[in-house]
């Protein structure tokens, strides 16, 4: 695999429950080296359209040939705005791949959704679908999904992208990137 193979990472803005929608900032880049390209598009709060509005930022960017996967931070954008992977794979034709910090604890997660939303239990199912696995890194393992590539390729393109940390570069940036717009200054990891 090339070192400066196209990566878009994904990662919305803070948010309060007062907010309707909240930024959702894309980062291209060439690994975890050069910056290429920012996108924004936003998303509801606890909303049902995240997979719509990664297709579309990923299908419609005019970098949309170069690139070759796609970095998401966690499986949901803006609370419980879950994303399928695997219908974004579809979608776009590209390897999609979740990456957080902590593993998810899913008795807490049932607990919110049932308490919060009618259609929990599809919520439920899109975050449990397809494998979770704990990956380790040269300081904390990192927990991810894949779907449109194999584990190994998804390793290897976080190894590619990660310059410190435990985070690749794209979704470190579309964070900072997100944090800043909407706070005024980045903050916080992620």
Request: net charge positive; aromatic share 0%; no cysteine.
């Given at each position: 695999m090339k070192r400066e193979i196209r990566l878009m990472g994904l990662d919305d803005a803070p948010f309060t429950f007062n907010d309707t929608s909240t930024p959702v900032i894309g980062a291209i880049m060439?690994?975890?080296e050069y910056l290429e390209c920012v996108l924004r598009s936003q998303v509801a709060i606890d909303g049902t359209d995240a997979t719509d509005v990664c297709v579309e930022l990923i299908n419609n960017t005019k970098h949309r040939q170069q690139l070759r996967a796609i970095l998401l931070d966690g499986i949901a954008l803006g609370g419980f705005n879950i994303v399928d992977i695997e219908e974004a794979?579809?979608?776009t034709n590209l390897p999609i791949i979740t990456i957080t910090r902590d593993a998810p604890d899913f008795s807490s997660?049932?607990?919110?959704l049932k308490q919060h939303f009618t259609d929990w239990e599809e919520r439920l199912r899109l975050m449990q679908q397809?494998?979770?696995?704990?990956?380790k890194t040269s300081h904390n393992p990192v927990f991810i999904k894949h779907a449109g590539c194999s584990l190994e390729e998804a390793k290897e393109i976080i190894t590619l992208s990660t310059i410190r940390g435990v985070v690749p570069e794209p979704i470190r940036v579309a964070h900072l990137i997100a944090s800043g717009i909407t706070r005024g200054e980045s903050y916080g990891k992620a």
């Open positions: 060439r690994g975890g794979h579809h979608a997660i049932k607990k919110a397809g494998k979770l696995h704990r990956i």
